[in-house]
């Protein structure tokens, strides 16, 4: 037997509570198996930064470094200003264990409500890059809250980040049925990073011959995901752009409540991040109504890295039935029940 | 008798196509009236740039600058490199003649197809701002085509570039029934930027008591985009989340077929330059089928710019009565067919 050794950080507002049932679903889909799965919780978030003004100290990364993998619920609260916890925690985690890949898939369940009239078979995964771009913290301002204040925001993108990523978005575009590759980005205005990324998707396409590969100016891309989303396949693009089509792209797919992430170091060198695309939800915390099924489906995409791929489809069939027979069915569940439901079904 | 000093870019594609049918309705509109329409045109874009490898001198500036107005078809085909005709020639009308205001309504006409299953009222403006963000061309490359390029991009915003324009939405916000303005950024993670955005708009919210004032990351309002779309009246946001959020708001109310847009210098020192939202589409160029309704539309926000809010006000009913019509009519119409049925509704 081996022993899955998971960081846990729950979080703050509803994050706690999809946390126990991602961990729920885990423990059912390992029952009987020679896996058991060990937990480190930290205490990390606006409850920690309220109390000490703390959001992630090196020990704090140090320790959770020693782990397989991170579970991830949700941070935040609105007494914390905004960027704090954002810069401080979520995205130095990110960044400090070079999370290059940040995985999104988008797949429309039979029987979700979607807001498009007409979507079709929607079932791709954004390969948004996590370590460069806008966000690695290389803006800065003078002259701060005068007429005279200027404030620059640098997104950075280099041929070792770019095409890491790449490489990756192609080995996983190689590995899907239909094989297809869109770069998204807006080089007809950014033009020198714009120019590195299509450089980069031309020169690693060389290296996989099967892949099609074509490419959608940002702006276009959010009219293809509301108007002919079943185009898509693969999307590789960069950390901004990645954030903003993602959220579309779960909008689309049955919103956010459904859309599970992975912020993954493919390399290994450092645990990978696994997190729902939502946030901590203030308004519906404590209340247990949250849907629990992004994290479940989080906690899927983490066994499918970590090598586990049958529990990981079992943990989606599952997922897709209980999506299922929410249709017609006019009862709202609670967290907990969802999460009680989705693990009878892995179980049995 | 006054006369309406025009500009016109008919540009590529389907531009001079969409063009000509904007100008009958101008044409249209004016008629029996005391303003007379003069035309110049300039022969701007990819022919002239094939030809000469010329985008815009400083002589077709200076000429062009003498108009009251600018009327834009689109830009581009594919046989010139991505950036030229973008950064060389469109933006930089846009930049030179300092059009801070990029504004976008988008109105769900009724009977107009729409990807949204239940799109609900729609009928919002984004105010984009024209000049600044990662537009400016601050951006550089080193070491390029090597193993160790590093290419970035830089998001200029100052106080004084961010206030007019927000200014300008409030004002905008003010003269409309619901008296909202919804800023759009990423201030959690574009800090320096976002908090000069949401600064602002904190202050110059001092002197329009009577707007309501909310914010949404860039992300989310995608999702409320397809969600929610009627709770938007005012957008103001920067460049790049502009050019994004246009596009896909335009998809929502009927495609990009009826998007009007106008690149606005509201200090009046410069022509403002009114264009489709759409581009050159070469795939359909030359065959009379593109759809100028945007191009119409643009000629109205151009006679509201001018003050001849009636006449802009007639265009619009016209367009919203060829629109009405369309509906459960299966024949499709030429662009001039379109163009004639709506000057004509203009004219009687
Ligand atoms: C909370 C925020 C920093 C984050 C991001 O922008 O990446 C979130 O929107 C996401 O998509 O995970
Ligand atoms: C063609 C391009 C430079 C332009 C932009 O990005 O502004 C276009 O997408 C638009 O929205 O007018």
Redesign the interface.
Known sequence: TRTLDLAVIAGDGIGPEVVAEGLKVLDAVLAGSDVAVATTPYELGAKRWHATGETLTDEDLAAIAQHEAILLGAIGDPGVP??VL??GLL?KLRFAFDHYVNLRPSVLYPGVP?????PGEVDFVVVREGTEG??VGN???I??????????????????GV?RVVRDAFARAQARPRKKLTLVH???????????W??TVEAVSADFPEVTVDYAH???A??YL??DPSRFDVIVTDN?FG??????A???TG??GLAASGNVNPDGEFPSMFEPVHGSAPDIAGKGIADPTATVLSVALMLEHLGMTEQAARIQEAVAADIAARIGNETTRSTTEIGDAIAARVAG
């Open positions: 905004s960027g954002e810069r995205l979607t807001p498009l009239a007409d806008p966000y803006g800065g301002a002259r701060v809250g005068t007429a005279a204040e200027v404030a620059n925001e640098v997104s950075v993108n280099t041929a070792f095409e807006k080089h007809n205005v950014l033009v020198h990073a714009g120019h590195l299509r450089r940002v702006d276009a959010t009219i509301v108007n901004l954030d903003i089509l993602t959220d579309l779960a909008a689309i919103g956010i």
